[in-house]
């Protein structure tokens, strides 16, 4: 059974730094079928996907345009988990964060089927 | 990016009966390549991460009970609780992964009438 583990600090600072870790059990962040996902979600912005990293012969990311000058997603092979780094935050960044899993094939890709706990972070002075 | 609206917000159902919620993508989801529609639903019960319900528009992801069934093609879905069950209270979002960025509906909140 595939599940995936959060971590990281509830509180942060404004212009400073958001560091949160998921952690993979049952699964490879290096796995050539599974890409790894950061989605967030607050009351004015909803659910919304932040960014992803997948393994296929290399690694690759893809941003969300409204992050894409502020975030990092790093996979951590020798942990088995994957990071998401959001530089100078603002309090429109507090919101619950998410990770995810989702599948694909050489023929199809599946939905994000195993999430993270979620982590509730506030941008707050 | 791709534009996801679903109604109605809110919808109010007794026991056993039918619930219907509605999702409309801006553009069509459908790739033609392998004829699979990338449209899903989640259920997000209050402090939880969301629960995928049902992927390629109308395939029960496992261990998802019968009564829930999603239908629709190109760009109009639907997702059908066929009889509401007491613990069916929920936000249920439907998201398109046919494109990045991933995008999902506003949610509708159903209650027990």
């Known amino acids: 059974q595939v599940q995936l583990q959060q971590s990281g600090p509830g509180l942060v600072r404004p212009s400073q730094t958001l560091s949160l870790t998921c952690a993979i059990s049952?699964?490879?962040?290096?796995?050539?079928?599974?890409?790894w996902n950061w989605v967030r979600q607050s009351p004015s912005r909803g659910l919304e996907w932040l960014g992803r990293t997948y393994y296929r012969s290399k690694w690759y990311n893809d941003y969300a345009v409204s992050v894409k000058s502020r975030i990092i997603i790093n996979p951590d092979t020798s942990k088995n988990q994957f990071s998401l780094q959001l530089n100078s935050v603002t309090p429109e960044d507090t919101a619950v964060y998410y990770c995810?899993?989702?599948?694909?094939?050489?023929?199809?890709?599946?939905?994000?089927?195993?999430w993270g706990q979620g982590t509730t972070v506030t941008v707050s002075s | 990016d791709i534009v996801m609206t679903q109604s109605p917000d809110s919808l109010a159902v007794s026991l056993g009966e039918r619930a219907t919620i509605d999702c409309k993508s801006s553009?069509?989801?459908?790739?033609?390549?392998?004829?699979?529609?990338?449209l899903a639903w989640f259920q997000q019960k209050s402090g939880q991460p969301p629960r995928l319900l049902v992927y390629w528009a109308s395939t029960r992801e496992s261990g998802v009970p019968d009564r829930f069934s999603g239908s629709g093609s190109g760009t109009d879905f639907t997702l059908t609780i066929s009889s509401l069950q007491a613990e069916d209270v929920a936000v249920y979002y439907c998201?398109?992964?046919?494109?990045?960025?991933?995008?999902f509906g506003q949610g509708t909140k159903l209650e027990i009438k």
């Open positions: 553009q069509s989801v459908l790739y033609t390549s392998n004829n699979k529609t990338y």
């Open positions: 049952g699964d490879s962040v290096s796995s050539n079928s599974a890409a």
């Open positions: 998201q398109q992964y046919y494109s990045i960025p991933y995008t």
């Open positions: 995810a899993r989702r599948l694909s094939t050489a023929r199809a890709y599946y939905a994000m089927d195993v």
